[in-house]
């Protein structure tokens, strides 16, 4: 029961950075648009979102680490791999969304995202330490 629990919210955190990178690669996540009113009166979402839509590259290398993280998570021979890549950018993307006032299920699914991956990263520890000897 336990390696099947661990099985499915390994494919599940995969497939929700597969499908965040792809909202990216098409343009629908983090848009190019254009902000027209003073900084100081534009509220943090659209900000955030303004700030990662500005630069192409940029939010093609975001989506980019998302793919290659959620595909190595996604799939057994590589999870432990994609953990390594899929930690810190989950992390990133919490403190993202906590720090710039985010709505509030955004806060919980992007919070989730980082302690299961950290759950499954500390999970696989030692096999970790083995790679470090």
């Not at 955030?48 to 057994?76: C, D, H, K, N």
Request: aromatic share 18%; proline share 5%; with cysteine.
């Amino acid at each position: 029961m336990k390696l099947y629990f661990f099985a499915v919210l390994r494919v599940f955190l995969g497939s929700v950075f597969i499908v965040y990178a792809l909202l990216k690669f098409l343009g629908i996540q983090f848009p190019k648009m254009h902000v027209d009113a003073d900084i100081n009166n534009i509220d943090p979402v659209t900000l955030v979102w303004f700030f990662f839509g500005y630069s192409q590259p940029y939010m093609l290398v975001i989506a980019t680490g998302e793919l290659f993280a959620g595909i190595l998570t996604a799939i057994p021979k590589t999870s432990k791999l994609g953990i390594l890549f899929y930690f810190p950018i989950a992390a990133n993307i919490a403190a993202v969304n906590w720090c710039f006032s985010l709505p509030i299920d955004v806060k919980i699914l992007s919070t989730f995202l980082t302690l299961s991956s950290f759950c499954l990263l500390v999970k696989d520890l030692d096999s970790y330490k083995k790679l470090l000897h």
